[in-house]
């Protein structure tokens, strides 16, 4: 009885361990370093990004990306050497 007990209760340790990970999607983000803080642009996983410098928050698309003819990498560096707020 305590070895079923026991096996149960690893099973259910072992499930709830391995889909912990699994719950929610990664939010890739690229960065780089300005004389006044950092800028930051996140991939929001559903299309849209999400950039910030200097307490500003500026929302994106892949159109508005795609418009520009650059990926979300080389946004935020343009932003960085450029110097500017976003």
């Given amino acids: ?3 079923t007990i026991f096996s149960l209760a690893m099973i259910a340790s072992i499930a709830l361990i391995g889909c912990s990970n699994d719950d929610g ?3 890739k983000c690229d960065s780089c370093v300005l004389g006044d803080g950092k800028a930051e642009i996140c991939d929001n996983g559903d299309g849209t990004f999400t950039a910030k410098h200097g307490g500003e ?3 994106l698309t892949q159109e508005d990306l795609d418009a520009l003819e650059l ?3 080389e946004y935020i560096l343009l932003v960085c ?6």
């Fill in 71 to 73: 990926t979300a990498k």
């Fill in 57 to 59: 928050t500026v929302e």
């Fill in 81 to 86: 050497a450029v110097g500017t707020g976003i």
């Fill in 25 to 27: 999607a990664k939010i």
């Fill in 1 to 3: 009885m305590k070895k």
